[in-house]
């Protein structure tokens, strides 16, 4: 049971009345400190949509960049252009330049702001694709693609935390998973593209994007968060304004907001030292960790082997198969994302990832040892789909969510440079890897270690992430601090 009463409250400048709940000490011992409960400022959702939409301009972009590989190298070496070590070359600079661009992106957008770090990130993605579409050469190759990569990591760190900050409570979910969603329609993007444009042409294509982004987002304002944590306490009433439907009651909203704000000291980098960030930095560090092994770039570069040896030899119809699973899958979980919760999606996205690799390396350990049944070819194609599906169900968008999720907004720049790094590092390690495990071991094997960690996420998932579900960030932080419960 739980006690809701109104007070009537005057702090920091603010005047009006406020819900007050007291949780029910005998049923949350761990909470008996009364806290305060958001309401819910939900209306008519259009503005909101409309500024996620143009966010979303970016991890489109990061999709295309991930995408243009699979079609453009294959014609590169083939015109002359890459030799075979090259191609592997430009693959990882995307990788590179996000190591980098991730925690540069951090400070920008602590500093500048959330909106201009993804206003930002539009001029490395316009003169990346630039210099592939038309700098001649390996050179103008290699910056091309450094510069996308620069411009991919900018955007895991400011469209997430973006996203979160300007979301209602009941939208959060569905709009942090729309960010994957558009990486996937991305990656579709460039492998459709590959289909019927020349590699130079897509770099052209690839600009398109970048500018739409550049000016839309002039139209969109800056997070109410950031804006209150800088003083700016008229502008992000405004900005609420802007986000909300006509007759929200944007005053009352902002209240709640600066309520759960520490606005008295600046964030200093030996508070991760605290469990309140040492907690949520360790649980968004994991997670990163665990999607990157759970195989998905080595199983989306490998796709095209798979389905060659069940017979199904058209690679281009592969890639692209795979691209409308994924972005079939992310929009399903889009839908699902404030229903069912993160942890029950998480949870069940790992276990038919972890039995999909299980019965895929089964099949390649039957292959070796050539003492495979005849269908094992589609067998191992089936694997692929449920494998995809469950990434893009879960591993896929929730990772970036919860981390934007769980971090106090005055450490929540730092902190998810830190996560989104070990994103792009992991990916690094696991493509570049990747092949070289497998010849020492064989594919099976392999297979089976990606099933391993995806099981161990499933294990991390259930005993140590939060429900994050219908919370406001406020909320959250108050869950780290202790002061308040969450469904665990
Ligand atoms: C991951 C990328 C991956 C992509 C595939 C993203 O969430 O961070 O490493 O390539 O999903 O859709």
Known sequence: MSFVQKAAITRKGWTGTMEVEELDPEKNALSPTPRLVSKKHDGSACRLIFAATCAFLGPFSFGYSIGYSS???PELEKLGILTRSQSGWFGSLLTVGALIGGPFGGLLMEKFGRRTAMKFTSIPFFFGWLCIAFWSGTQGLFFGRFLCGF???????SVPVYIAETSTTSLRGTLGAGIQLSITIGILASYSAGMYFQ???????????????????????????????NGKKLEAVASLRQLRYEHADCEDECRDIEEGLDLKEQFTWSEFKKPELSRPLMISVFIMIFQQFSGINAIMFYTVTIFKNAGLGISELATVLVGAVQVGGTFVSCLLMDRMGRRRLLIIAGLSMSLSLLVMGWCYHKLDTGSSPADVGMISVICVVVYILGFSLGWGPIPMLIMSEIFPSRARGAASSIAVFTNWFCAFVVTKEFLFVQDVF????????????????????????????????????????GKSTLIV
């Open 71 to 73: 079609p453009a190298l």
């Open 151 to 157: 411009a991919s990591g900018l955007v895991t760190v």
């Open 199 to 229: 590699w130079s042409d897509m770099a052209i294509i690839g600009m398109i994007p970048a500018c739409l982004a550049f000016v839309t987002l002039y139209f969109v304002p800056e997070t109410p968060r950031w804006l209150l944590l």
């Open 442 to 481: 064989g594919a099976a094997t392999t297979f089976w270690m990606f099933a391993f960690f995806c099981a161990c996420s499933v294990m991390f998932v259930w005993r140590k992430v939060p429900e994050t579900k219908g919370k406001s960030l406020e909320d959250i932080e108050l869950f780290f601090l």
